[in-house]
């Protein structure tokens, strides 16, 4: 649900950025020779003695709503949500497997009754206790309808989530508390499901599902000043827009726990600037670059063995809604464009290495993910593709709608010359201002043609690319894609306590949603950041965030 | 004296409410749903709307709400942004910033402007004219952030390596001092072009050739008799230019990642935040209307034939 943070804020600093790789060529050049590639995995160390009361300064953006865990859904506000925090689970930085951390055990039999029992001894910033009751009050809290929780929506699944939170927004709930969550004792609790559903331990690591004290229903409006939290930073201070310092929580006892002293969110206005700075060793790591840097790789030289590589959850696609008639059945057409698209290429020009072609509804990286599962029909094929189209029975002219800000035009438009190249038919890009205006369009059924559908998961799991996009009535299945077989398959998958046998029924389900075509996978993004030489290591995450805990300060001599 | 500064106070009253009135309206009435794009790749969920609206009264008809602003300005409260923070406390830390910033842009371009048009106004046609005439047609030309990143990129640690990329979070002086140049440098070309062309048409004036016959010093006649006279459209183009200064420094507060009042405009308009970019707009206006009073009252310094009664 994380807003991708090229949406928002970047056509001004794209205009900027713009000019200024002119007048970087010529250092560029002279630095090519020195390039090298950065570290794999998603880490990079240098040898150096390391400084554990060090400071640490990240790349940030001024948060867009309060700092509550469950009240953020957005990548500034959620940097620090997720320092300030920590859930029961954990997901590794690498590929996005679940670890216990708050949580000793959560056990099911039947997927839907978890037994859930919390480590010891751990604390709040302020002291207080963490035990099952902070849990199971911050849950009620975020999805309980008048506290208006952005993400409140993620407590669907638990059993009287409906009580608390009724589809109808003008109705008062009838409770609010939601009679599926369950305190046993104090480190043990119990939740009941409304449905059995097999992700839900890997939903317990996503930020809406963070503890709250009990100084945060005291009173709200000091806590939003002063936010305490469970996780391994504690909170300091905040200037609006410039700076927000968190500082390490000493009591902090879990595996996550980081090896620095002082957190520094610089907020920035211009990545191209902020990416100066990085290159400059003012800022010590930044989650993306900025487009100018991506230009001829140019990351690569200023930085050497500092880029941070990682895998993201991330999935481009371009959908064609099935409220358009000429798109309804029209498998044959769908097949068609998407052999028109030549990924290959588009990758490696137009988005300069920063995206790979994909060839599936899931991004690689994460446990279920199959290669090809598109097949042929993601492979450029310019030849058969006309031949579809001629079966298809479609003429007229096709367009793609999207956001044109935040370097979303250009990839499209190549896409759009690729279909035309290929097919002969029209094709055009149709812009909207800003990510807003877009997402009016989309949310309000209002496409007239084919449009960008973006997703990047909540959290690691195949679940997460499935049935919020294509299942009947999804939360973002924009196209009306409604296939029954394929809600069977969701259905019978999420009530599969078995991690293992349950990804094997998803991945069927995609393999049904690949014969449909409801969108057609373009590319995947590729993480890449950087850090500074202050730093001895740093890893990216997968969910495109700071690992915090793998963060080393180099001591300074 | 006294009672043309009064009425001229009064006068900013209805100014005031019809331009805060006119912003609050144009805000809200950018055809855009605010919370579309609010909540990620999802429509927000209808509770959280449902709830916001009714915190930033969007169920009421526009000039209800407009009041219901207003009323809580006049006690100082200039309300909250979606993400809890208050706008006062956001104006008031990034406000001193952008004053000094601008300030400093004002002094650089008009130290910088006034003298370099006072010594082409007096050598006309001399090497210096056309050196000054050459360099500030490239100014003109230029747009800001070229000048702030081709800057930045010479003087910055990849070049001489004698400022920083950004400034910090809370500025001295000295670290606004380049960005201040970048800000003026526009500007500066300008005062010192109409600098130029005021001293030329100037030095022909009959009080001129009156003060040279009188037999007084070269000094006096251009510095008090000629500069004097000649400085009044200037001074206009510089008062005006404190006003734009603050509000459009977007780009060089952008470039040097200045916490300043551009930027929260911006991000205002941008993200839909309707109490911020009223309140700051609101303020801007406040800073025109004095800026244009101050200069107004400067007029009768300089030319003693204006007098206000």
Redesign the interface.
């Known amino acids: 649900m994380r807003n991708n943070c090229a949406d928002a804020g970047e056509r001004r600093e794209r205009l900027m950025s713009r000019s200024r790789v002119a007048w970087v060529a010529l250092p560029v050049a002279l630095a090519m020779t020195l390039s090298a590639c950065g570290g794999g995995g998603g880490g990079s160390t240098s040898a150096g003695k390391e400084d554990a009361d060090g400071t640490v300064s990240i790349y940030g953006t001024e948060p867009k709503s309060t700092l509550f865990p469950a009240n953020t859904t957005e990548a500034g506000g959620g940097k620090i949500t997720d320092a300030l925090f920590t859930r029961l689970v954990g997901y590794k930085a690498e590929d996005g497997a679940t670890y216990n951390l708050a949580a000793d055990s959560i056990e099911s039999t039947d997927a839907k009754v978890y037994k859930i029992k919390l480590k010891p001894g751990q604390k709040f910033h302020d002291g207080t206790d963490v035990d099952a009751q902070s849990f199971v009050d911050a849950w009620n809290f975020a999805a309980y309808a008048p506290n208006a929780q952005q993400a409140g929506s993620f407590m669907a699944p638990i059993e009287g989530y409906k009580d608390v939170h009724p589809a109808d927004e003008n109705a008062k709930p009838a409770k609010d508390k939601m009679s599926g969550l369950k305190v046993v004792s104090p480190t043990e609790l119990e939740v009941t499901l409304s449905a059995p559903n097999s992700v839900f331990p890997i939903m317990l690591g996503y930020q809406p599902f963070s503890p709250l004290p009990k100084a945060f229903f005291a009173d709200q409006k000091a806590y939003e000043a002063k936010p305490i939290g469970n996780g391994p930073m504690k909170f300091v201070s905040r200037t609006p827009n410039a700076l927000i310092k968190l500082e390490r929580f000493d009591d902090y006892k879990l595996e996550d726990k980081v090896h620095f002293k002082t957190l520094d969110v610089k907020i920035y206005s211009s990545q191209e600037t902020a990416y100066q700075d990085l290159v400059a060793g003012k800022l010590d790591f930044m989650e993306a670059l900025p487009p100018s840097a991506k230009v001829g790789e140019k990351y690569k030289a200023d930085l050497g063995d500092q880029v941070l590589n990682a895998n993201l959850l991330s999935q481009s696609a371009i959908a064609l809604p099935y409220y358009i008639p000429a798109f309804k059945d029209n498998v044959k057409l769908r097949q068609a464009v998407s052999m028109a698209i030549n990924r290959e290429q588009i990758t490696k020009t137009v988005l300069a290495g920063s995206y790979v072609p994909s060839d599936g509804w899931v991004s690689p990286g994460i446990k279920g993910y199959r290669k090809g599962v598109c097949g042929e029909y993601c492979t450029y094929n310019p030849d058969k593709a006309k031949a579809l189209l001629k079966e298809s029975g479609f003429t007229g002219k096709l367009t793609i709608q999207s956001n044109q800000d935040g370097g979303r035009k250009e990839p499209l438009e190549a896409a759009c010359n690729s279909i035309k190249q290929a097919l002969g038919v029209e094709c055009e890009f149709v812009g909207a201002t800003n990510f807003g205006a877009f997402r009016q369009i989309v949310d309000g059924k209002q496409l007239t043609g084919m449009s960008r559908s973006d997703w990047s998961a909540d959290y690691p799991s195949i679940e997460n690319f499935l049935n919020p996009l294509y299942r009947t009535g999804g939360s973002s299945n924009d196209s009306n894609y409604s296939n029954p077989a394929v809600d069977a398959l969701l259905e019978k998958a999420d009530g599969t306590a078995n991690p293992d046998e349950a990804i094997k029924i998803y991945q069927q389900a995609e393999d049904l949603i690949a014969k449909d075509m409801p969108s057609i996978p373009v590319w995947n993004e590729k993480g890449i950041g950087a850090r500074s030489k202050n730093l001895l290591a740093a890893k990216l995450t997968f969910t495109r965030d700071a690992e915090l805990a793998a963060f080393r300060v180099k001591a300074k001599s | 004296m006294g009672r043309y500064v009064l009425r001229r106070l009064l006068q900013l009253i209805p100014v005031f409410l019809g331009t805060t009135f006119l912003i609050y309206a144009l805000v809200w009435a950018i055809p ?2 605010p919370f ?17 609206s009714q915190k930033l009264n969007l169920n009421d008809p526009l000039l209800i709400q407009y009041f219901k602003y207003l009323g809580n300005l006049l006690t100082g409260d200039f309300g909250t942004t ?4 208050s706008v006062g ?2 104006i008031s ?2 406000w001193p910033i952008t004053f000094k910033l601008g300030i400093i842009a004002v002094i650089i371009e008009a130290v910088i402007g006034i003298i370099a048009g006072v010594l082409t106004g007096l050598r006309k046609q001399g090497f210096l004219d056309n050196l000054v005439l050459v360099s500030t047609l490239f100014l003109i030309s230029l747009p800001v ?2 000048t702030g ?2 800057l ?2 010479y003087l ?3 070049g001489f390596d004698i400022m ?3 400034v910090s ?2 500025p001295s002086i000295g670290e606004l001092i380049l960005p201040g140049f970048v800000l003026g440098s526009l500007s500066m070309a300008y005062v010192a072009r109409l600098t130029r062309t005021s001293i030329v048409e100037n030095r022909r004036a009959d009080f001129v050739r009156t003060a040279i016959a009188k037999g007084q010093p070269q000094t006096r006649v251009v510095g008090i008799h000629l500069l004097r006279n000649s400085l009044i459209p200037v001074i206009t183009f510089l008062g005006t230019d404190l006003g734009s200064l603050m509000g459009g420094a ?2 060089t ?5 200045i ?1 300043g009042i551009g ?2 405009i ?2 205002g308009i ?3 935040e309707g109490v911020l970019v009223t309140g700051i707009v609101t303020l801007l206006v406040l800073v025109y209307l004095l800026a244009s009073l101050l200069v107004d009252l400067l007029y009768a310094v300089l030319d003693p034939r204006i007098r206000y009664e």
């Open positions: 855009q749903d579309s794009g609010k909540c990620g790749q999802r429509p927000c969920d209808p509770s959280y709307v449902a709830e916001m979606f993400n809890g923070v406390e956001q830390t990034s952030f070229v990143f081709v930045r990129l910055g640690p990849q920083d990329t950004s979070t809370d977007i780009v507060e952008g470039v040097f990642n916490n930027g929260l911006f991000r941008q993200e839909k």
